[in-house]
């Protein structure tokens, strides 16, 4: 897969590869928001996550990364969904907290890693 990463959904059919993650998952309406909580400035990035397939999916960990104008990591928070697995058109909310986010901040991404993962 190393040398021909296209090639990895034909790696995980023939089960020569571990699955992607919430590879068959879609985030969604992902929207990030700044408050004040006792002084401290919060950032709060929350969205859903919903499965468009017509079969049952494991759950992922919802990882979010915030990002300088370099495409540097500054900080990086996981969250899990609160359920093991999503059924055919299902979705769950997620939000992540970040407490006084780095200044240099420019953008968050959002992502999946398997539960129990890295």
Do not use: C, K, Q
Request: hydrophobic share 45%.
């Amino acid at each position: 897969m190393a040398v021909w990463p296209a090639a990895a959904r034909l790696y995980e059919t023939v089960g020569l590869a571990e699955p992607v993650p919430g590879r068959s998952l879609e985030i969604r309406d992902v929207t990030p928001e700044t408050r004040l909580d006792a002084g401290s400035r919060i950032l709060v990035v929350s969205g859903i996550v919903v499965n468009p397939t017509a079969s049952t999916v494991d759950a992922p960990v919802v990882r979010a990364v915030l990002l300088d104008e370099s495409g540097n990591v500054l900080s990086e928070l996981t969250t899990g969904l609160g359920l093991a697995s999503l059924r055919s058109g299902e979705e769950a909310g997620f939000a992540v907290e970040f407490t006084e986010p780095p200044e240099p901040a420019a953008r968050v991404t959002i992502g999946f890693e398997a539960a129990g993962g890295s």
